[in-house]
């Protein structure tokens, strides 16, 4: 059996089980995702308060299948999304040092970060922590923490 054959089945049996493929939730045109207090360059102290804004879509906890939502991530000291693992913008952003997770639906938290330079970027994640389509994420910021 060819690879599309294989792929168009297990798109059937996922969506007789219910589940999505990952990567197919839609944002719609214009969705932005920005830090409401951070500016690139800024130079700050630790503990690190980040606002998450959002514009063209609503904030809903992980799980919720709710046209035009997501819930946010914050990827910290890494990559901007898509230079980082081989098919990250097609399955769940890893729960780590490095990615951490708003699935409550928070729009803001503090950062306990040692000093020197971090890079921050939010990231909108749909109902199972994937990337919507196209992706809702912030440019990269720089901060330095003092």
């Known amino acids: 059996m060819t690879a599309a054959p294989r792929t168009a089945i297990l798109a059937a ?18 969705a932005k995702a920005y830090f409401v207090n951070l500016r690139d360059g800024a130079a700050v102290s630790s503990p690190v308060r980040v606002v998450f804004g959002l514009r063209g879509m609503g904030v809903a906890p ?12 914050l990827l910290i000291d890494r990559p901007p999304l898509g230079e980082g693992a ?4 097609n399955a769940p952003l890893p729960a780590d040092d ?3 997770h ?9 950062l306990d970060l040692p000093p020197g330079e971090h890079s921050l970027q ?5 109902k ?3 990337p ?8 990269v910021i720089t901060i330095t923490v003092e």
Request: no cysteine; hydrophobic share 35%.
């Open 122 to 126: 939010l990231v909108l994640g749909d």
């Open 102 to 110: 708003f699935g409550g639906g928070q729009t803001e938290t503090v």
């Open 13 to 30: 049996a996922l969506a007789v089980s219910g589940m999505a493929l990952a990567g197919e939730t839609a944002a719609p045109e214009g």
């Open 98 to 100: 490095h990615h951490r």
């Open 86 to 89: 081989e098919g990250e913008l």
């Open 62 to 73: 992980a799980g919720t299948q709710r046209a035009n939502t997501g819930h946010h991530h």
């Open 128 to 130: 199972s922590h994937v």
């Open 132 to 139: 919507h389509e196209p992706p809702v994420a912030s440019r």
